[in-house]
Structures are given as C-alpha cells and as structure tokens.
C-alpha cells in the first residue's frame, strides 16, 4: 500500500509541474510594487500572447498581430534585444494615445538559416494594470507573420522568447536610447 501511495504522489506531482509552457513563467521571479502584477520575471516573462492592435494607416484601420511578454522585468526588453542583434533602430514612431515610444528596425535577418528579411516594431508599455515588452512582425512582402495562419508564427515567437531568456542586460542600449529622444 505504501508504494501504490508513493508511486501516486509521484505521478501527481509530475502531472503539477507538466504545464504548457506557454503559460509557465520564464526567469527569475521578482515581487512587484503593483498589486495587479504581483511578479515580475527577470530574463523571463509571466506569459505571451498575441493580440490583435489596430493601426491606422491614412483613412484606414487595419489589425496588426501584436506579441507581447507580460510581467517583463522590463518593458524595454524587446528593444534592447533588437538593438543588442542589430544596433541602432531606423526610426522612432510615438503613439498619440499612450505617449510610447515604437523602434522601428528595417530590413533585419533574423534567423541564419533564411536570407529573408524582416520589419520590426519593438515597444513596450509598463503602467498599474500591464507590463509588457511587444513586437510586430512583417516579412519582405509587408505580411504580418504573427497572424494564426501565418506558417512563421511558431518560429517567430520562439526568437523572441528565447532572446528574452537569454537577454545580457547592459546599460549601452539605455544610454543611445536616452540621447536619441
């Protein structure tokens, strides 16, 4: 009997701790200030999802995928992986409605075993009620590749979860962001 229990007890437990890594978090766990995100997670995130933004082109409003890291240590880290990858970004957008800043980085080889090439739209936002670090993706053809139907969409997320886990904090990204605004 005291095995069928041991050998239940570790079943269970396998069973706890096999999540969907999607929603397991990321990095060292960090206590926040903000009582609607109690962790924050160094070199990591809480979770990602993908949702649907709307930007306005000209008369038009179209929606863009938009992959974000939730309860980010920093809402730069999108940013300053991009620029650790590429160096500094080809033009700075601002969102009338929330006053961020959106880095723009034009024409990026992202993975080595493809000459294709990318635009990418790096932000992030920190407030009481989110913090995140984003990203939008368009291929050479200006397609979105984080729609679902998107045959890049897996491979795009895991770039950027895995430059996120892997991300060397070093202060050169913040001193170039801080004289270029």
Not at 105 to 126: H, M, P, V
Not at 127 to 155: C, G, H, Q
Request: charged fraction near 30%; proline fraction near 2%.
């Amino acid at each position: 009997m005291k095995k069928i229990f041991l050998i239940y007890a570790f079943v269970a437990t396998c069973l706890i701790f096999a999540q969907d890594k999607k929603n397991s978090p990321v990095g060292a766990r960090y206590k926040s200030a903000t009582p609607n995100i109690p962790y924050i997670y160094k070199n990591g995130y809480k979770d990602f999802e993908i949702v649907r933004v709307p930007t306005v082109t000209g008369k038009n409003t179209i929606y863009t995928g938009e992959l974000r890291f939730n309860a980010v240590y920093s809402s730069f880290y999108t940013m300053e992986l991009l620029f650790d990858a590429f160096g500094i970004w080809d033009k700075e957008l601002r969102a009338k409605e929330d006053y961020t800043s959106i880095l723009v980085w034009k024409k990026k080889k992202l993975f080595a075993d493809s000459n294709r090439l990318y635009d990418i739209y790096a932000r992030g936002k920190e407030n009481k009620t989110e913090m995140y670090a984003a990203v939008m993706v368009f291929d050479d053809n200006k397609n979105d590749v984080l729609i679902d139907s998107s045959a890049e969409r897996n491979k795009m997320v895991n770039y950027f979860a895995q430059g996120i886990k892997h991300l060397k904090s070093n202060r050169k990204f913040y001193k170039v962001y801080g004289k270029e605004r």
